[in-house]
């Protein structure tokens, strides 16, 4: 089976100060993807990022940066310069290649920009 | 076109009601979803069509009841609803495609059942 855990329920954090969501994975599959999505207040899902299983890369983009670890299982994601717009729920996500159209959600994280 | 449009953005309807929620796209993806958000939960999959197909339910009710009439187009009918269906209904379209497919959103449907 698989799960996604998200250990951080709500993060609180002033605007400008850098900050990192925590995702930790399970599964036995071996090929598998992870995604990061977005839900500001308006409730429209955002996706950010994919990644593969095979693809330990980290990615830059802008102020948001992704390091995944095969060995730790983890999937964390810094966003640099917090500001304002950045405050919504943040789910980390997981399909594996035998069910790929099943997307299991971590339980999300809720953070908040403060000016 | 990079979007999910739903209607309606709100409903409340009583428990004896027939309403339907409209799901469409534009991408040209072959994959939908609905899912279903209750607050501060991660969204719950429901249903999904591949190439206009049912392929999976993830034992829903009876009383939601999903079509696909096209390629574009998901609906979701819904029939003697109770007052804890109410919650965040998202319709998401995707490439398909063996994994990894990320899975583009609607802003969502919020119903409330009374």
């Known amino acids: 089976a698989q799960k996604v855990t998200q250990a951080q329920t709500e993060i609180s954090v002033v605007e400008k100060e850098d900050v990192t969501l925590d995702c930790v994975y399970e599964?036995?599959?071996?090929?598998?993807?992870l995604f990061w999505y977005k839900q500001p207040p308006s409730g429209e899902l955002v996706f950010l990022i994919r990644?593969?299983?095979?693809?330990?890369q980290n990615e830059i983009s802008g102020r948001y940066s992704w390091n995944f670890q095969k060995s730790t299982s983890s999937f964390n994601f810094t966003i640099t310069a917090s500001q304002v717009v950045d405050s919504a729920v943040y789910f980390c996500?997981?399909?594996?290649?035998?069910?790929?159209?099943?997307?299991?959600f971590g339980p999300g994280t809720s953070l908040s920009v403060i000016p | 076109d990079t979007e999910v449009t739903q209607t309606p953005k709100h409903l409340v309807m009583g428990m004896t009601n027939k309403k339907s929620l409209k799901c469409e796209q534009h991408?040209?993806?072959?994959?939908m979803y609905w899912y279903k958000q209750k607050a501060k939960k991660p969204p719950e999959l429901m249903f999904v069509?591949?190439?206009?197909?049912?392929?999976i339910n993830e034992s829903v009710p009876s009383r939601f009841s999903p079509e696909c009439p096209n390629s574009s187009l998901l609906n979701l009918h819904l029939h003697a609803l109770q007052p804890e269906d109410s919650a965040l209904y998202l319709c998401?379209?995707?490439?398909?495609?063996?994994?990894?497919?990320?899975?583009?959103f609607g802003p969502g449907t919020r119903l409330t059942v009374l």
């Open positions: 998401a379209s995707s490439q398909v495609r063996t994994g990894g497919n990320e899975q583009f």
């Open positions: 990644r593969n299983s095979f693809d330990e």
């Open positions: 996500a997981l399909s594996v290649e035998t069910s790929y159209d099943k997307v299991i």
């Open positions: 991408m040209g993806h072959r994959a």
């Open positions: 069509y591949s190439y206009e197909k049912l392929s």
């Open positions: 599964t036995r599959d071996t090929t598998y993807y």
